[in-house]
């Protein structure tokens, strides 16, 4: 196993891991979110990495050198290595597009949730508990199902049919509340922690992070160690910003790259809680506002790892910005037109995000930028449920359109 500490990210007390230890009691479960700090000096000298002999198809779990746990799972091969695609999108000649719809739930979630599954054996913890809006949820289902571990899932009721349909079809037991997210998230935290299950909400646990941050590990490897200029990516709790950047920065850390991308993290317009907190400065301090959005995952009033996202994305030297829903169906639309991708509405936002900053002359054409798409636009199909053509025709009336 490999050595680490956990670091508080506001007063930065260290800890040796125990089970149970999510965050800093002084700090508290906001404020007081915890890093994985690694020994990076020995990592560094490891003759192997600086061969940079990586598989760009293999499992995030090639990347166990910082990683906080080893696979053991069935379903740890299939996690991660997923496509990443190359256009030439609105006149910026290399836009990359990594796809994560493409993991065993459809969704990004399942790095967080391979490392929760595995860690929770480690520690000898045979039930698994989670809130979400849907993807954490079903991923943890999903990829808990082979197993003989337990899992509670704590979701609001009107999550959209194709997230709870995953969910029910894995076995997990259900809990569809009602209330917000925010709502939701309290009540399982409450009980999760009192009954000593394992923890699986990523802004609390701070080892889920560490699954998460393998997506920039491949965005490096797959781009042959090219680092981008920009990376856009949804934001709601925090946690997967927060996760690109520590990937990205450990790779530099370790020598394997020589920057860091500018990190823009783009919410929907109607709950931009994290923005919110970033645009007022430091000291950052979280707020909780209310809220909605087509974009289901998105949808935070109450970020949890927003203190994190704020610190790191202002070290990568980016920023954040915001999208109105009718710009995030557009951007569903319109990238399913153009690439063929088709992404759950918080997954399209980096697209409308990228409009949005080249209209406002802030990437330029000449530019490298990823786009991280983050779940499969089957998981939801309301949002753009109205664009679908309800017209009928007979055979007749095809032949006779051809023949026309």
Request: net charge neutral.
């Amino acid at each position: 196993m490999n050595y680490y500490i956990l670091r508080c990210i506001t007063c930065r007390k260290e800890f040796n891991p125990r089970p149970g230890l999510y965050y800093c009691e002084e700090c508290g479960k906001i404020m007081g979110t915890l890093e994985v700090v690694y020994d990076y000096e020995s990592i560094k000298n490891n003759a192997a990495l600086k061969e940079k002999k990586f598989n760009k198809k293999a499992s995030m779990f090639q990347f166990d050198f910082l990683l906080p746990t080893k696979p053991k799972l069935k379903l740890d091969d299939y996690v991660g290595g997923t496509p990443m695609y190359k256009f030439d999108l609105l006149g910026v000649k290399d836009v990359l597009i990594k796809y994560d719809g493409s993991n065993p739930s459809s969704s990004y979630k399942d790095r967080a949730s391979a490392i929760a599954i595995n860690k929770a054996i480690d520690e000898g913890n045979d039930i698994l508990f989670c809130a979400s809006t849907g993807n954490a949820a079903s991923s943890l289902a999903m990829l808990n199902a082979h197993t003989d571990m337990k899992t509670y899932i704590f979701v609001p009721a009107a999550i959209p049919d194709g997230k709870r349909t995953q969910l029910e079809i894995s076995g997990a037991e259900v809990m569809a509340v009602e209330g917000t997210y925010d709502e939701v998230y309290d009540l399982s935290l409450e009980l999760g922690l009192k009954k000593g299950w394992y923890c699986r909400h990523a802004a609390i646990n701070p080892y889920l992070l560490e699954g998460k941050k393998t997506g920039a590990f491949e965005i490096i490897i797959q781009n042959d160690f090219q680092v981008p200029d920009y990376v856009l990516i949804g934001v709601g709790d925090g946690t997967v910003v927060s996760s690109l950047y520590k990937g990205f920065w450990e790779f530099k850390e370790i020598g394997l790259t020589d920057k860091v991308p500018k990190i823009i993290g783009v919410q929907a317009e109607g709950i931009p809680a994290i923005k919110k907190v970033f645009d007022k400065g430091k000291p950052y301090k979280p707020i909780s506002i209310e809220g909605s959005t087509v974009a289901d995952s998105i949808s935070v009033g109450k970020p949890r790892d927003v203190i994190k996202a704020c610190t790191y994305v202002e070290a990568s030297g980016g920023y954040f910005i915001s999208l109105t829903d009718d710009e995030i169906i557009d951007a569903i639309k319109e990238l399913g037109k153009i690439t063929g991708i088709f992404a759950e509405p918080a997954g399209a936002v980096p697209y409308g995000g990228l409009k949005k900053l080249i209209y406002e002359e802030k990437i330029s054409k000449s530019d490298t930028v990823c786009l991280v798409i983050t779940g499969n636009g089957l998981k939801d199909v309301n949002a753009v449920k109205d664009s679908i053509s309800k017209t009928t025709l007979t055979a007749e009336e095809v032949i006779k359109r051809f023949e026309e």
